[in-house]
């Protein structure tokens, strides 16, 4: 409710408190101490002064844990406002009154759950049966909470109004047994409301509400009770229509939240939605700065001061940027952020061995301790009694990799398994190789947001990123486990039985990684490729890199298992980053030179043969030549003539020629053209030209072999050894400009440690030095394999005003961001708070859906 006009104005201008304060049972730390977790002073300095009048009427989308319920919390510690739930919160969130309408309607005798034909008699009189229904419900449920908040201001009136009065009413409604324990205050009053049976008269009562958490209504029923021009539709929609036609005449904006809301729902031909905008701009906690305000607030402030206590944060945001793990209160099972859960755990432990704490903490999750856990203060010993009770008793198994599965092989929906298994078969690549998450994943029905797999980076709910480093470790675990990443699997199911396109540059990092465990010493050219058109055979090769030392080259040899490497292929996508690789500038080995139009990378690299000479190969990897079977090989081969190549950048051409000791009988320039087509039993010697040899295909067999000897331990160390390394490094991401560009430029860096190298001097003689890592893994315990959960949605509500309406204010973006008018963000001076709530949290845990346990 606005109120705006009936209470002292000075009520909008008073700092609101850090904490909504009071006595329960379990502390919700997402949603605890929200004022000083996000930084009030900060959203204060980002809000106009026209903020508060700008409409806010919209679909707020995105994944579960980005923020959509602490928006709604935000806005209704500023403001008077409501917060209804169409579905209880797993942390009992809410008051029972909203839910109760989809129960009571199901039994209503003059429900017709099922519409008959729109040719039947009683369709008609069916449907608008069912509205009326929904109408009158929605009608009762908003009786009763405008009652109790009409007593609860008049005993506010009494002592003055203050902020913290509006953070009391809001904990009351999310904790409504707060006021009675013994039962549901609104809930018990719309019950004996509705036993009344008031007239439509009675119930036409106005109040503000923000819609919050829309999930459960979606899963109701397979069998629509609802249609109209643009087919069936679910209560939802209808529940919106009686609040919009009880609330229509007051100044009121609605923002409907949550993860599963289909646009198709809501068209009409008659405008009835366009008021509505879809965005996706929840703000939630995703940059180092903001998890590290959030974070300390619930720290000793001696210890976040200190140099243990800042590596401490530092490695929570390597680990546990995020949106949500788990933790035990005494009212339920209650879903988090990473970290939230985390600092339960530490302070159930009274922040004793913070660091194997993290540790132990992270292979809960991923049935993987880091390779750096090792690594504690002296004095820090790993905690085995009960230190995990806060996360419950029960396993955190994968479940959502393993239900895509379930449904491909028992229902052949081949576009949910192959999208949902292979975007994060993709990411995991990517951070194996490039050293980053995906930022450009598909949209194509939001299977990754609906799963809980990726979150929108963008406004618009155009762009999906997968990068969170406890879901991407823990389902890089699954897919090794499950032999996704063997060359040959890799290929029937995500290449060639899959009814969603492979991204090129998915194909092409999984590639580097399959010639990087290959080649990591000497062996047959065979095993790689097999070539076309040469005079003789090559003799044995290996993979190598190089490294200017003084005005020469010197070899140094790839131990991708072995060494503490950081990227290992530079996603070129400009002229600059192209040219300093080449000049031998930069420090990936490989290099994935990007086409303009996104539909090709050309792969490269070199290789040394046993007698020191060495030479480049280029692999083309197209969109043509991953759909068609019978693609043209020539094609590929006349594509990848360094003349052709390098048509826009011909200063590249000249540095071809620098390698030591070139071999120059694999091709013009020393390169050895390869096509990247996983049909290369379609290619022989006479299929290509002889003027476009020597060329050669891909030996599928050859680099299956590869992968089958690099472990999960290696690959699992790898993966934790770059989210070490680079997430520290990661702001929020944002937009991918090009959709196929999965790396970016990084500086330049120093050289690598743990390579073994091979140095050419003028002799011809060879020179090795191997350094390996001392260190080994620990082991983890408790890694059996999980069972299936049964995925739950819900559907929360929430309203909230505005002071006033119909005024519009155009931001320098052109909208206005959704975190600021969900929040209604009036005051430009808001100070913080140094309270810290006490805590209480104990036992079971639901099983993980890959991050929902």
């Given at each position: 409710?606005?109120?705006n006009?009936e209470?002292?104005?000075?009520?909008?201008?008073?700092?609101?408190?850090?904490?909504?304060?009071?006595?329960?049972k379990?502390?919700?730390?997402?949603?605890?101490?929200?004022p000083?977790?996000?930084?009030?002073?900060h959203?204060?300095e980002?809000?106009?002064?026209?903020?508060?009048?700008?409409?806010?009427t919209?679909?707020?989308?995105?994944?579960?844990?980005?923020?959509?319920?602490r928006?709604?919390?935000?806005?209704?510690?500023?403001?008077?406002?409501?917060?209804?739930?169409?579905?209880?919160?797993?942390?009992?969130?809410?008051?029972?009154?909203?839910?109760s309408?989809?129960?009571?309607?199901?039994w209503?005798?003059?429900?017709?759950?099922?519409?008959?034909?729109?040719?039947?008699?009683?369709?008609?009189?069916?449907?608008?049966?069912?509205?009326?229904?929904?109408?009158?419900?929605?009608?009762?449920?908003?009786?009763?909470?405008?009652?109790?908040?009409?007593?609860?201001?008049?005993?506010c009136?009494?002592?003055?109004?203050?902020?913290?009065?509006?953070?009391?009413?809001?904990?009351?409604?999310?904790?409504?047994?707060?006021?009675?324990?013994?039962?549901?205050?609104?809930?018990?009053?719309?019950?004996?409301?509705?036993?009344?049976?008031?007239?439509?008269?009675?119930?036409?009562?106005?109040?503000?509400?923000?819609?919050?958490e829309?999930?459960?209504?979606?899963?109701?029923?397979?069998?629509?009770?609802?249609?109209?021009?643009?087919?069936?539709?679910?209560i939802?929609?209808?529940?919106?229509?009686?609040?919009?036609?009880?609330m229509?005449?007051?100044?009121?904006?609605?923002?409907?939240?949550?993860?599963?809301?289909?646009?198709?729902?809501?068209?009409?031909?008659?405008?009835?939605?366009?008021?509505?905008?879809?965005?996706?701009?929840?703000?939630?906690?995703?940059?180092?700065?903001?998890?590290?305000?959030?974070?300390?607030?619930?720290?000793?402030?001696?210890f976040?001061?200190?140099?243990?206590?800042?590596?401490?944060?530092?490695?929570?945001?390597?680990?546990?940027?995020?949106?949500?793990?788990?933790i035990?209160?005494?009212?339920?099972?209650?879903?988090?952020?990473?970290?939230?859960?985390?600092?339960?755990?530490?302070?159930?432990n009274?922040?004793?061995?913070?660091y194997?704490?993290l540790?132990?903490?992270?292979?809960?999750?991923?049935?993987?301790?880091?390779?750096?856990?090792?690594?504690?203060?002296?004095?820090?010993?790993?905690?085995?009694?009960?230190?995990?009770?806060?996360?419950?008793?029960?396993?955190?198994?994968?479940?959502?990799?393993?239900?895509?599965?379930?449904?491909y092989?028992?229902?052949?929906?081949?576009s949910?398994?192959?999208?949902?298994?292979?975007?994060?078969?993709?990411?995991?690549?990517?951070?194996?190789?490039?050293?980053?998450?995906?930022?450009?994943?598909?949209?194509?029905?939001?299977?990754?947001?609906?799963?809980?797999?990726g979150?929108?980076?963008?406004?618009?709910?155009?762009?999906?990123?997968?990068?969170?480093?406890l879901?991407?470790?823990?389902?890089?675990?699954?897919l090794k486990?499950?032999?996704?990443?063997?060359?040959?699997?890799?290929?029937?199911?995500?290449?060639?039985?899959?009814?969603?396109?492979?991204?090129?540059?998915?194909?092409?990092?999984?590639?580097?990684?399959s010639?990087?465990?290959?080649?990591?010493?000497l062996c047959?050219?065979?095993?790689?490729?097999?070539?076309?058109?040469?005079?003789s055979?090559?003799?044995q090769?290996?993979?190598?890199t190089?490294?200017?030392?003084?005005?020469?080259l010197?070899?140094?040899?790839?131990?991708?298992?072995?060494?503490?490497?950081?990227?290992?292929?530079?996603?070129?996508?400009?002229?600059e980053?192209?040219?300093s690789?080449?000049?031998?500038?930069?420090?990936?080995?490989?290099c994935?030179?990007?086409?303009?139009?996104s539909?090709?990378?050309?792969?490269?690299?070199?290789?040394?043969?046993?007698?020191?000479?060495?030479?480049?190969?280029?692999?083309?990897?197209?969109?043509?030549?991953?759909?068609?079977?019978?693609?043209?090989?020539?094609?590929?081969?006349?594509?990848l003539?360094?003349?052709?190549?390098?048509?826009?950048?011909?200063?590249?051409?000249?540095?071809?020629?620098?390698?030591?000791?070139?071999?120059?009988?694999?091709?013009?320039?020393?390169?050895?053209?390869?096509?990247?087509?996983?049909?290369?039993e379609?290619?022989?010697?006479?299929?290509?030209?002889?003027?476009?040899?020597?060329?050669?295909?891909l030996?599928?067999?050859?680099?299956?072999?590869?992968?089958?000897k690099?472990?999960?331990?290696?690959?699992m160390?790898?993966?934790?050894?770059?989210?070490a390394?680079?997430?520290?490094?990661k702001?929020?991401?944002?937009?991918?400009?090009?959709?196929?560009?999965?790396?970016?430029?990084?500086?330049?860096k120093?050289?690598?440690?743990?390579?073994?190298?091979?140095?050419?001097?003028?002799?011809?003689?060879?020179?090795?030095?191997?350094v390996?890592?001392?260190?080994?893994?620990?082991?983890?315990?408790?890694s059996?394999?999980?069972?299936?959960?049964?995925?739950s949605?819900?559907?929360?509500?929430?309203?909230g005003?505005?002071?006033?309406?119909?005024?519009?204010?155009?931001?320098?973006?052109?909208t206005?961001?959704?975190?600021?008018v969900?929040?209604?963000?009036?005051?430009?001076?808001?100070?913080?708070?140094?309270?810290?709530?006490?805590?209480?949290?104990?036992?079971?845990?639901?099983?993980?859906?890959?991050?929902?346990?």
């Open positions: 409710m606005t109120g006009e209470y002292p104005a000075d009520i909008l201008d008073v700092p609101r408190q850090s904490a909504l304060g009071g006595k329960r379990g502390m919700n730390f997402l949603n605890e101490n929200i000083a977790a996000v930084g009030i002073e959203m204060a980002d809000a106009s002064p026209n903020d508060r009048d700008q409409p806010s919209g679909f707020l989308v995105n994944t579960s844990g980005t923020g959509k319920t928006l709604p919390f935000e806005g209704l510690c500023l403001h008077w406002g409501f917060y209804p739930t169409c579905a209880i919160d797993t942390s009992y969130l809410g008051a029972g009154d909203l839910p309408v989809v129960n009571e309607i199901d209503d005798s003059e429900w017709n759950p099922r519409l008959p034909s729109t040719s039947d008699a009683h369709y008609t009189s069916s449907l608008q049966g069912n509205l009326r229904l929904v109408y009158r419900a929605v009608s009762l449920t908003l009786l009763a909470p405008l009652i109790v908040f009409k007593m609860y201001l008049d005993a009136a009494k002592e003055g109004f203050c902020l913290e009065q509006r953070q009391r009413w809001l904990e009351s409604q999310t904790f409504p047994r707060n006021i009675l324990p013994s039962f549901d205050s609104f809930g018990m009053l719309k019950y004996t409301i509705g036993k009344a049976r008031p007239s439509a008269e009675d119930l036409d009562e106005a109040i503000l509400h923000l819609l919050d829309v999930q459960s209504l979606w899963e109701m029923s397979a069998a629509w009770p609802f249609e109209d021009q643009h087919g069936h539709y679910p939802l929609k209808e529940i919106l229509r009686g609040l919009r036609r009880r229509g005449h007051l100044p009121v904006e609605f923002v409907v939240a949550g993860t599963m809301i289909p646009e198709d729902h809501f068209q009409s031909t008659v405008s009835e939605w366009d008021d509505f905008r879809w965005c996706s701009d929840t703000g939630s906690l995703d940059n180092p700065e903001e998890h590290h305000r959030y974070v300390s607030q619930f720290m000793p402030p001696e976040t001061s200190s140099s243990t206590g800042q590596a401490l944060l530092d490695r929570m945001w390597n680990w546990l940027r995020g949106r949500f793990g788990q035990q209160s005494l009212y339920a099972i209650v879903r988090h952020r990473y970290a939230a859960s985390f600092l339960a755990v530490l302070l159930h009274n922040f004793h061995s913070p194997p704490l540790g132990s903490y992270i292979g809960r999750f991923t049935e993987y301790i880091p390779h750096d856990n090792v690594k504690y203060p002296e004095g820090e010993g790993v905690r085995y009694n009960d230190w995990d009770s806060p996360l419950g008793s029960k396993g955190l198994g994968l479940c959502t990799l393993a239900m895509l599965q379930y449904h092989n028992v229902h052949s929906v081949l949910l398994q192959s999208l949902g298994t292979m975007e994060m078969h993709r990411t995991a690549t990517s951070f194996l190789s490039a050293s980053t998450g995906c930022t450009d994943c598909l949209t194509t029905d939001r299977i990754l947001i609906t799963e809980d797999y979150y929108f980076i963008d406004p618009d709910c155009a762009q999906i990123a997968l990068d969170e480093p879901t991407v470790t823990y389902g890089t675990g699954w486990q499950n032999l996704y990443f063997g060359f040959v699997k890799f290929i029937r199911i995500f290449c060639k039985r899959s009814e969603v396109d492979i991204h090129p540059t998915h194909f092409a990092l999984f590639l580097a990684l010639f990087a465990s290959l080649l990591d010493h047959k050219t065979s095993y790689a490729f097999n070539i076309m058109g040469l005079s055979s090559l003799p090769v290996k993979f190598v190089f490294t200017r030392v003084a005005s020469r010197e070899a140094v040899d790839v131990h991708l298992w072995e060494d503490a490497y950081d990227k290992l292929v530079l996603m070129a996508s400009t002229p980053q192209k040219l690789w080449f000049k031998h500038k930069r420090n990936e080995p490989f994935a030179l990007l086409s303009s139009s539909t090709s990378v050309i792969l490269v690299f070199c290789l040394q043969l046993a007698d020191a000479r060495c030479f480049w190969v280029f692999v083309l990897v197209s969109s043509k030549s991953m759909k068609d079977a019978n693609h043209d090989l020539v094609q590929d081969i006349q594509n003539h360094p003349n052709k190549v390098f048509r826009d950048q011909p200063e590249i051409l000249p540095l071809l020629s620098n390698l030591p000791n070139p071999c120059l009988n694999v091709g013009a320039f020393g390169v050895l053209r390869i096509s990247g087509s996983w049909w290369p379609k290619a022989t010697a006479d299929s290509i030209p002889a003027e476009h040899l020597p060329a050669g295909v030996n599928i067999a050859g680099l299956a072999e590869a992968g089958k690099v472990s999960r331990e290696m690959l160390r790898r993966l934790s050894q770059i989210i390394q680079e997430q520290k490094k702001k929020k991401p944002e937009p991918a400009p090009l959709p196929t560009t999965i790396g970016g430029n990084h500086p330049k120093g050289r690598k440690r743990g390579r073994s190298q091979t140095i050419a001097d003028d002799t011809g003689a060879r020179k090795s030095k191997i390996k890592s001392a260190e080994e893994d620990a082991t983890v315990a408790g059996s394999r999980r069972k299936k959960c049964t995925k949605t819900n559907v929360d509500t929430v309203l005003s505005s002071s006033q309406s119909g005024k519009t204010d155009k931001t320098s973006r052109g206005l961001r959704v975190g600021k969900a929040t209604g963000r009036a005051s430009t001076e808001i100070s913080r708070s140094d309270r810290i709530e006490s805590t209480a949290s104990s036992s079971s845990t639901s099983a993980y859906n890959l991050r929902k346990r």
